[in-house]
């Protein structure tokens, strides 16, 4: 076979001893690099996992921060709710008169007076939850704690009538604030 590409540069006086010696040691460097080229060094094994790890870090910090932040809101939300009750509540609404309404299909009853039980009949008031309790707001107070939260506003409903023109009785009203 024919001489290498070195030691024919070397028959032509191009290349010396020397250059040739580090040409070769150059090839032999490169050979065993590319061999360990599909092993990887435990150096970037390493930064890889830390890398992996940091990422990881800051997912977590990512749902803790929003986690706190929902927890913030929700107890936004519940001091704009209690400041509504509050400031708007009625509090001239005992009486001897029986307001009957339902909450979580319980019947309750509130004792208000005779104005006050027109103005729940007619849907003017609304009856909301406070604490262990409830509360008489205006029916526009209402809305804005129903926006807020639906489950504090219990009694909230318009007075709906609805006409059928098939009904024989469509001529007699019926009220809604019928005292047995």
Known sequence: MGNSLI???KKAGLVDKTKAHKARQEQY???????????TDPLDEAKL?????????????????????EETERKAIAAQI?????TNRVDDCDGE????FTDDNVVKR??????????????????????????????????????????CVINNEDVVESVNDE???ADYKIPDDLIW
């Open 29 to 39: 460097k490169n050979k065993k690099k590319k061999s360990k080229k599909g092993s």
């Open 82 to 86: 209690i400041q509504l009750i509050e």
């Open 7 to 9: 030691d024919q540069m």
């Open 49 to 69: 996992l830390a890398q992996k790890a940091q990422l990881e870090k800051v997912e977590r910090d990512r749902q803790i921060n929003l986690k706190k932040k």
């Open 167 to 169: 009904d024989p009785y």
């Open 97 to 100: 008169v029986i307001f009957n």
């Open 110 to 151: 509130m004792f208000v007076s005779e104005l006050i039980h027109k103005h729940l009949s007619s849907g003017k008031l609304s009856i909301v939850r406070f604490g262990e309790g409830y509360e008489l707001v205006p029916k526009a107070v209402a809305e804005k704690i129903e926006q807020r939260d639906a489950q």
